[in-house]
């Protein structure tokens, strides 16, 4: 039988451990909030000093309480994703605008900066416009122009109620297009080129005619240099869609090229997504697909075609294309301006590559 001072002992130990398990998350909250203030105190005068010695560059500042009022107090969503949340809104003059409020997160310094310095820049129809921004505290917006038509991925990849395609075939060639000469500008028509490294079809959006605009520049990496060679800390953009080289060096040096890969991939993706029988043929489904694509192109091209010789053509233009673009090597892959000679030009006067990715 324990003795009274054991027992003792006992309840004081139960007792200290009872106020820990209640103290201790308090405590480890409160210490995060003091250590992420300090970070912010100490990240926003390096983000003021990028602002204030580039101020002729970029587009208006605005204040939080102007974003507020621009977007009725946040009242319309458009979407949301890792970034953060972005909002539909106007400005005094009518005209209609999208407000992405970035998260506070470790990351969102680099993002707000690559954002502002690389859209700041450009001037193309393929390529949204920034129309300002805002710096205040740990609130941090861009704004843009509104989008009516959204995402590629809300029209390439679904049906109508009737099982049609939202996009025609013609249309869907002539978004590949601009999508690659926007990349073209990007990776030789800016005084500084720009890598995006996160082209989807999430990050390409479309106005109230369909010209496609590409857009989230958070991950992208400015070139001085014409070679558009970079040095990145480690893997960026989304799986299914970053090229080889970005993961191991043994692929090549990380450069435009990597942009071109992923053009590749969602231009193979936007093929394949026109062909529901691809989703239920199992020969398909349990293999990658460009390889698959490869091996049966021609097969694939006379049952998108049906009765339409011009559809064929814009297919299988489409297919070689995306080819060429996701080879393994990054010195066997054409430039953006080669892949928009291809889009352009006869298809007669295209070869397939002499091999494909495999998965």
Same mark, same amino acid.
């Given at each position: 039988?324990?003795?009274?001072? &054991?027992?003792?002992?006992a309840? !004081?130990?139960?007792?200290? *451990?009872?106020?820990?398990?209640?103290?201790?998350?308090?405590?480890?909250?409160?210490?995060?909030?003091?250590?992420?203030?300090?970070?912010?105190?100490?990240?926003?005068?390096? !983000?003021?000093?990028?602002?204030?010695?580039?101020?002729?560059?970029y587009?208006?500042?605005?204040?939080?309480?102007? =974003?507020?009022?621009?977007?009725?107090?946040?009242?319309? /969503?458009l979407?949301?994703?890792?970034?953060?949340?972005?909002?539909?809104?106007?400005?005094?003059?009518?005209?209609?605008?999208? =407000?992405?409020?970035?998260?506070?997160?470790?990351?969102?310094?680099?993002?707000?900066?690559?954002?502002?310095?690389?859209?700041?820049?450009?001037?193309? %129809?393929?390529? =949204?416009?920034?129309?300002?921004?805002?710096?205040?505290?740990?609130?941090?917006?861009?704004? @843009?122009?509104?989008?009516?038509?959204?995402?590629?991925?809300?029209?390439?990849?679904? #049906?109508?109620?009737?099982?049609?395609?939202?996009?025609?075939?013609?249309?869907?060639?002539?978004?590949?297009?601009?999508? $690659?000469?926007?990349?073209?500008?990007? #990776?030789?028509?800016?005084?500084?080129?720009?890598? #995006?490294?996160?082209?989807?079809?999430?990050?390409? *959006? *479309?106005?109230?005619?369909?010209?496609? /605009?590409?857009?989230?520049?958070?991950?992208?990496?400015?070139? &001085?240099?014409?070679?558009? %060679? %970079?040095?990145?800390?480690?893997?960026?953009?989304?799986i299914?869609?970053?090229a080889?080289?970005?993961?191991?060096?043994?692929?090549? $040096?990380?450069?435009?090229?990597?942009? %071109? @890969?992923?053009?590749?991939?969602?231009?193979?993706?936007?093929?394949?997504?026109?062909?529901?029988?691809?989703?239920a043929?199992?020969?398909?489904?349990?293999?990658?697909?460009? &390889?698959?694509?490869?091996?049966? *192109?021609?097969?694939?091209?006379?049952?998108?075609?049906?009765?339409?010789?011009?559809i064929?053509?814009?297919?299988?233009k489409?297919?070689?294309?995306?080819?060429?673009?996701i080879?393994?090597?990054?010195?066997?892959?054409?430039?953006?301006?080669?892949? =928009?000679?291809?889009?352009?030009?006869?298809?007669?006067?295209?070869?397939?590559?002499?091999?494909?990715?495999?998965?």
């Open positions: 039988m324990p003795s009274p001072l &054991q027992i003792v002992c309840d !004081i130990i139960a007792s200290t *451990l009872s106020i820990l398990a209640i103290c201790l998350p308090s405590a480890c909250l409160l210490g995060y909030k003091v250590y992420r203030s300090r970070k912010r105190s100490k990240e926003t005068p390096r !983000i003021e000093s990028f602002l204030q010695k580039n101020a002729g560059v587009p208006k500042r605005y204040t939080y309480a102007q =974003v507020k009022k621009m977007t009725g107090t946040f009242a319309e /969503k979407g949301q994703g890792g970034f953060g949340v972005v909002y539909r809104g106007g400005l005094s003059s009518g005209r209609q605008i999208a =407000v992405k409020m970035l998260k506070n997160s470790k990351s969102d310094v680099e993002e707000f900066i690559n954002e502002v310095a690389s859209i700041s820049t450009t001037s193309h %129809v393929n390529v =949204v416009t920034l129309l300002g921004f805002c710096f205040e505290g740990s609130k941090r917006a861009l704004i @843009y122009d509104y989008m009516p038509n959204g995402s590629l991925e809300r029209y390439a990849f679904k #049906h109508s109620s009737k099982g049609e395609h939202i996009l025609s075939w013609e249309k869907l060639f002539d978004i590949a297009v601009g999508i $690659a000469r926007g990349l073209e500008y990007l #990776h030789r028509g800016c005084n500084t080129r720009i890598v #995006h490294f996160d082209i989807k079809p999430h990050n390409i *959006l *479309l106005d109230q005619d369909f010209c496609p /605009k590409i857009s989230d520049f958070g991950m992208a990496k400015l070139c &001085q240099n014409k070679e558009s %060679v %970079v040095s990145i800390g480690g893997a960026r953009g989304t299914g869609y970053i080889p080289e970005v993961y191991s060096k043994q692929f090549g $040096a990380v450069s435009s090229k990597s942009d %071109v @890969y992923s053009y590749g991939m969602m231009v193979l993706e936007m093929v394949g997504a026109r062909d529901k029988r691809i989703n043929n199992s020969e398909c489904s349990s293999q990658y697909f460009p &390889q698959w694509i490869y091996e049966n *192109l021609d097969e694939y091209c006379f049952g998108a075609s049906e009765i339409n010789g011009e064929k053509e814009i297919a299988r489409m297919i070689v294309v995306g080819l060429w673009c080879q393994l090597s990054a010195s066997n892959r054409p430039t953006m301006t080669r892949v =928009v000679e291809m889009l352009e030009g006869s298809t007669g006067s295209l070869e397939l590559p002499p091999q494909v990715l495999l998965s």
